[in-house]
């Protein structure tokens, strides 16, 4: 993955950006290729914060890259295949990977993101007959399905799991691009279906950059769903060659890690 570009922020987002905390944090997007045609993962960083409660809400990524399990085998990462090709993995914050070991799916290796559902026919019913999702694969006895806006697009995969979903306190989102002149009908086909909107049609500052507007939206499960104006975000989501250069500067001038030694604390866990 590549970092295509980084951002920092002296306060917390109006939108919950970066879930519900009020101080500096940053955001780092990577991809393997620009945001106007790829999967990007959007990764929020809330300073003085060391940990979060995961849930069991996100269940994975799976990259098709026979490269990507490669590069795990080389730099030793734990890997579990859980069949045939299919290797399972974490990040260093406890989120699934599935690395799948076939020649590299083009133009994008993401194939789909799994999150975990409670009553499957309740979110395809959301996802797809409100949010216009395409259904590419249903399984009655699976408890799961495939959906998508786009066959070259990276996919959203739902699961059913027992019980009440339990999102954590890390607070992620799906997001959308849409045409700027979409998102008012968006908002008002939720309130018509009377569907939870987290936040109303907003203008998102981002310093030195273009203003977005973005809808934030709840699934049956309270999953967040943030569609986003196109015509500001195609400005913001450009590729910034200093993007690395500012993800490393941040990062050696968070002497978190240092002055709480030295002061005997931990970072507080959220």
Known sequence: LQVLRHEEFEEGCKAACNGP?????????VGFGPEDDHFVAELTYNYGIGEYRLGNDFLG?????????????????????????????????????YL????????????KVTLAVSDLQKSVSYWSGLLGMKIFEKDEEKQRALLGYADNQCKLELKAVEGAVDHGTAFGRIAFSCAKEELPGIEALMKK??????????SLDTP??????????????????????????????????????????????????????EHNRKKISA
């Open 208 to 261: 030195g950059k273009a203003t977005v507007q973005v809808v934030i939206l709840a699934d049956p499960d309270g999953h967040e769903i943030c569609f986003v104006g196109d015509e500001a975000f195609r400005e913001l989501s450009r590729v910034d060659p200093n993007g690395e250069k500012l993800l490393d500067d941040a990062m050696a001038a968070d002497n978190s890690d240092k002055w709480f030694a």
């Open 61 to 97: 990524i799976t990259v098709v890259s026979s490269k990507a399990v490669s590069n795990a085998k080389k730099m030793g990462w734990p890997l579990k295949e859980v069949t045939s090709g299919v290797f399972e993995t974490e990040a260093p914050g406890g989120y699934k990977f």
């Open 21 to 29: 905390y009020d101080g500096k944090w940053s955001k780092t997007m």
């Open 100 to 111: 799948e070991d076939k020649e590299q799916l083009k133009p994008d290796p993401v194939w």
């Open 193 to 202: 279906e009377n569907q939870k909107i987290l936040t109303p049609l907003v």
